[in-house]
């Protein structure tokens, strides 16, 4: 994925194997469970349980939204357009922004679902984990060249795919 030009818009080159790592990850989205959100960990007052409940609430439409707006964001003929031997990819700034959240939970729902592993200490990729091991690494590689876009310095310990 490479930065071609930056402005009200900004447009990228992908090449087929990267569009169809992008495809395959944005496909896992929500990937965060909804009981991670919680308020408080301890209490049960009145006030928590309704409060916990809104959240709960606002959480679910968030995430049907997001789901919704991935889904038309894929199905979208224009998104991706064929140059030469390779798709260019046009985002508005907040284009980025949302797809950087949906990124987001898809990293952060992986890593979860690996058991919350510190750097460098990922359990081995088994049948049962290999999604949450490609999720992380894609979720976090697209972040990484959006963030860098958008003129947020990359950690220089990143190594992409």
């Known amino acids: 994925m490479k930065l071609l030009r930056r402005g009200r818009e900004f447009v990228f080159?992908?090449?087929?194997r990267e569009h169809g790592?992008?495809?395959?990850?944005?496909?896992?989205?929500?990937?965060?469970?909804p009981a991670h959100?919680?308020?408080?960990?301890?209490?049960?007052?009145?006030?928590?349980?309704?409060?916990?409940?809104?959240l709960d609430e606002a959480l679910a439409e968030q995430r049907a939204a997001h789901r919704r707006q991935v889904q038309a964001f894929l199905s979208d003929p224009e998104r991706f357009r064929p140059v030469d031997n390779a798709l260019e990819l046009r985002l508005a700034p907040a284009e980025i922004e949302w797809l950087l959240q949906v990124l987001n939970d898809v990293r952060v729902g992986a890593w979860l679902a690996l058991?919350?592993?510190e750097q460098g200490?990922?359990?081995?990729v088994t049948g049962d984990n290999a999604r949450y091991h490609f999720a992380l690494?894609?979720?976090?590689?697209?972040?990484?060249?959006?963030?860098?876009a958008l003129g947020v310095q990359e950690s220089p310990d990143w190594v992409g795919p």
């Open 13 to 16: 080159r992908l090449s087929r």
């Open 121 to 124: 200490a990922e359990p081995p």
């Open 21 to 33: 790592l992008l495809v395959e990850t944005l496909r896992l989205y929500p990937l965060v469970p």
């Open 37 to 54: 959100h919680r308020l408080s960990r301890e209490g049960r007052a009145p006030s928590l349980v309704e409060s916990q409940r809104l």
């Open 137 to 148: 690494a894609m979720s976090g590689w697209f972040e990484s060249e959006l963030l860098a």
């Open 115 to 117: 058991g919350e592993p």
